[in-house]
């Protein structure tokens, strides 16, 4: 069987969980299956691997017409596969195409919904528009949707209810726990700006919209003065968003000491040192369906703090392997909570609680690293999209 994996992330270029859990699910799956991942980008020297740049004559155009040249490009070498395998909108129209060209099965991952994701029109334009449709058009011809989470799986069924209930199967993200594990160098923490002796709240993720980041800052305001605030924060999704962020941060810089702002990506080693020398992992996301920071985190040995949205109160045992904080939404498909204050407050408060108590706080990561360790294995995930590939090309 071969399976063709379409993604727009892959190895060297990966911004966020989607190509995380693409790199892998792709390193699982090879132990005893043939894949063939295509990728947008630059070429690759990792066998079995194709690289598409967008076309020359839409390298002006809008970045989702654009996103359609690589797709039609993507299809059209997906001959001779058994099955393909698309992740976010961006590759979804390439599975959709192949499916209809080559008259194979079509499965898609669902990272994220576009209905779910309305600031993407500040980016896009009138081609969120055009995300849009492909999202939906790729969904509800699907042979196989993959939510990655329970929490993901009613979204996407409220997103696109002509979907059929039964072709929709939730296998969640995982994590490496050889790549992520705690790993302690104190000179290297206070190289990147961290104090290993002082308590220290952690924050990692794109500054975009989903993510909260404007509500963790505030919260920041509340926490006693000793505790830092470690920020590591890319990747702004549009000029306004990060000059939001921007203000903010220098507002909270100016009111305490020991907010440190890490705007680079950070490679795996420093990341895990940032995150060994921290305290708590904080997700404050509006809209997050599983949340692979989260488990990076608990594989480091970090409780963590998260919004009650979405997949995350299928990660975090509250009270267990950290704090999950209430929130209510608006039901527009921003996520925005009804009482942002509120909001605030109450991420606030349960940060406060555990930083303030280091003993449960590192009891509290024990317990996340044991969790990774038992439900969010690779190994696991990979036999399970297995078993769906087999299924669709059996009945093929």
């Given at each position: 069987m071969r399976v063709d994996l379409l993604t727009r992330e892959y190895p060297p270029d990966i911004y966020g969980g989607a190509g995380v859990h693409v790199t892998e699910l792709v390193r699982a799956l090879?132990?005893?299956?043939?894949?063939?991942?295509?990728?947008?980008?630059?070429?690759?020297?990792?066998?079995?691997?194709?690289?598409?740049?967008?076309?020359?004559?839409?390298?002006?155009?809008?970045?989702?017409?654009a996103t359609l040249g690589v797709d039609l490009q993507m299809a059209q070498d997906c001959g001779g596969?058994?099955?393909?395998?698309?992740?976010?909108?961006?590759?979804?129209g390439a599975g959709h195409l192949a499916k209809l060209l080559h008259g194979v099965p079509h499965v898609v991952t669902a990272h994220s919904l576009?209905?779910?994701?309305?600031?993407?029109?500040?980016?896009?334009?009138?081609?969120?528009?055009?995300?849009?449709?492909?999202?939906?058009?790729?969904?509800?011809?699907?042979?196989?949707v993959i939510a990655v989470s329970d929490g993901m799986r009613r979204d996407i069924l409220a997103s696109y209810p002509a979907l059929?209930?039964?072709?929709?199967?939730?296998?969640?993200?995982?994590?490496?726990?050889?790549?992520?594990?705690?790993?302690?160098?104190?000179?290297?923490?206070?190289?990147?700006?961290?104090?290993?002796?002082?308590?220290?709240?952690?924050?990692?993720?794109?500054?975009?919209?989903?993510?909260?980041?404007?509500?963790?800052?505030?919260?920041?305001r509340?926490?006693?003065?000793?505790?830092?605030?470690?920020?590591?924060?890319?990747?702004?999704?549009?000029?306004?968003?990060?000059?939001?962020?921007?203000?903010?941060?220098?507002?909270?810089q100016s009111e305490r000491d020991g907010v440190v702002w890490i705007d680079r990506l950070l490679p795996n080693d420093e990341l895990r040192i940032a995150l060994t020398a921290s305290t708590v992992f904080v997700?404050?996301?509006?809209?997050?369906?599983?949340?692979?920071?989260?488990?990076?985190?608990?594989?480091?040995?970090?409780?963590?703090?998260?919004?009650?949205?979405?997949?995350?109160?299928?990660?975090?045992?509250?009270?267990?392997?950290?704090?999950?904080?209430?929130?209510?939404?608006?039901?527009?498909g921003t996520g925005t909570p009804t009482d942002?204050?509120?909001?605030?407050?109450?991420?606030a408060a349960a940060l406060t609680e555990v930083v303030s108590d280091p003993a449960r706080a590192a009891e509290m990561g024990r317990a996340g690293r044991e969790r990774a360790e038992t439900s969010f294995s690779w190994a696991a995930i990979a036999e399970q999209t297995l078993d769906v590939y087999r299924s669709l090309v059996s009945r093929h």
């Amino acid at each position: 069987m071969r399976v063709d994996l379409l993604t727009r992330e892959y190895p060297p270029d990966i911004y966020g969980g989607a190509g995380v859990h693409v790199t892998e699910l792709v390193r699982a799956l090879r132990a005893d299956t043939e894949v063939v991942v295509r990728a947008f980008g630059e070429p690759r020297d990792e066998p079995d691997t194709a690289s598409y740049r967008v076309p020359a004559e839409l390298r002006e155009a809008n970045g989702a017409i654009a996103t359609l040249g690589v797709d039609l490009q993507m299809a059209q070498d997906c001959g001779g596969a058994d099955i393909v395998h698309s992740h976010t909108w961006y590759a979804n129209g390439a599975g959709h195409l192949a499916k209809l060209l080559h008259g194979v099965p079509h499965v898609v991952t669902a990272h994220s919904l576009e209905p779910l994701r309305p600031w993407k029109a500040e980016q896009l334009g009138g081609g969120y528009r055009v995300s849009s449709w492909i999202e939906k058009t790729a969904f509800e011809a699907a042979d196989t949707v993959i939510a990655v989470s329970d929490g993901m799986r009613r979204d996407i069924l409220a997103s696109y209810p002509a979907l059929d209930p039964t072709k929709v199967v939730t296998i969640y993200n995982g994590i490496d726990l050889e790549r992520w594990q705690p790993l302690r160098d104190d000179d290297r923490a206070r190289a990147l700006g961290i104090d290993p002796e002082r308590p220290a709240v952690i924050f990692v993720g794109r500054i975009t919209r989903q993510k909260g980041l404007p509500y963790l800052l505030r919260a920041a305001r509340m926490l006693p003065p000793e505790v830092q605030v470690i920020l590591c924060a890319g990747a702004p999704d549009t000029p306004e968003i990060l000059a939001e962020v921007t203000g903010l941060v220098e507002q909270l810089q100016s009111e305490r000491d020991g907010v440190v702002w890490i705007d680079r990506l950070l490679p795996n080693d420093e990341l895990r040192i940032a995150l060994t020398a921290s305290t708590v992992f904080v997700c404050p996301s509006i809209y997050e369906p599983l949340g692979i920071v989260n488990l990076e985190a608990m594989a480091c040995g970090l409780p963590v703090v998260g919004t009650a949205t979405g997949g995350i109160p299928e990660v975090i045992v509250d009270g267990v392997t950290g704090r999950l904080v209430p929130i209510q939404q608006l039901q527009d498909g921003t996520g925005t909570p009804t009482d942002p204050d509120a909001f605030v407050a109450d991420l606030a408060a349960a940060l406060t609680e555990v930083v303030s108590d280091p003993a449960r706080a590192a009891e509290m990561g024990r317990a996340g690293r044991e969790r990774a360790e038992t439900s969010f294995s690779w190994a696991a995930i990979a036999e399970q999209t297995l078993d769906v590939y087999r299924s669709l090309v059996s009945r093929h």
